[in-house]
């Protein structure tokens, strides 16, 4: 997998309390966007391919990417500012536990993180006792109220590993080894130095 997506991680706690402030976000209490908020809503909005997001009280918040799938997770209390953040661009009126509307453009300064600026996007939120779910995309008035499909998961490349009768020299390290990985053209990746090359059985 791309490390790319590791980098995105930012695995810390899972305090219920973010939870409970993420709905009182959607009840009319107001958090002020930290420097770690702002730049997790960046990544949220700043692409026009928008995003999937959860927040639930036993997980973190989880956000899949237009431009980078998966499952990212984030810092439980990015949460409450964040949805404070969506429900005050939305104009959304208290209880917001369901919001369709669009937001920004805007620009977000915030201090020690640096001011960024996003265009305009439609925005669901769908707000439960054990749950809120968003979904962001690109303003296309093709949207209607139903929530668009969420992204898929990332492909997930088969990881094979064959066992070879004799063992097999890597022309990269030298290192003789029964146990290679085979990739999906039948050339051969050395377990030890990583390098791959062709192999006709
Ligand atoms: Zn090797």
Request: hydrophobic fraction near 45%; glycine fraction near 6%; charge should be neutral.
């Amino acid at each position: 997998m791309p490390s790319s997506y590791a980098r995105l991680d930012e695995l810390a706690s899972r305090d219920p309390v973010h939870f409970a402030n993420a709905l009182a976000a959607l009840d009319g209490a107001r958090f002020a966007l930290t420097a770690g908020a702002s730049k997790v809503m960046r990544f949220m909005l700043e692409d026009a391919g928008g995003c999937d997001a959860v927040i639930a009280p036993a997980s973190y918040l989880e956000i899949s990417f237009a431009w980078n799938r998966g499952r990212h997770q984030y810092f439980a209390e990015c949460a409450p500012p964040i949805v404070s953040a969506l429900v005050e661009m939305a104009n959304a009126a208290p209880p917001a536990h369901r919001i369709r509307g669009s937001i920004g453009p805007a620009l977000h300064d915030v201090p020690n993180f640096i001011p960024w600026r996003h265009g305009r996007r439609r925005l669901w939120l769908d707000a439960t006792a054990g749950e809120i779910q968003i979904r962001v995309r690109d303003d296309d008035p093709a949207f209607t109220d139903l929530p668009p499909e969420a992204f898929p998961d990332p492909i997930a490349y088969p990881y094979t590993v064959i066992d070879l009768m004799v063992p097999l020299r890597c022309p990269h390290c030298d290192g003789a080894s029964t146990s290679y990985r085979k990739l999906s053209d039948g050339s051969l990746v050395c377990l030890v130095c990583a390098r791959s090359f062709t192999y006709r059985a």
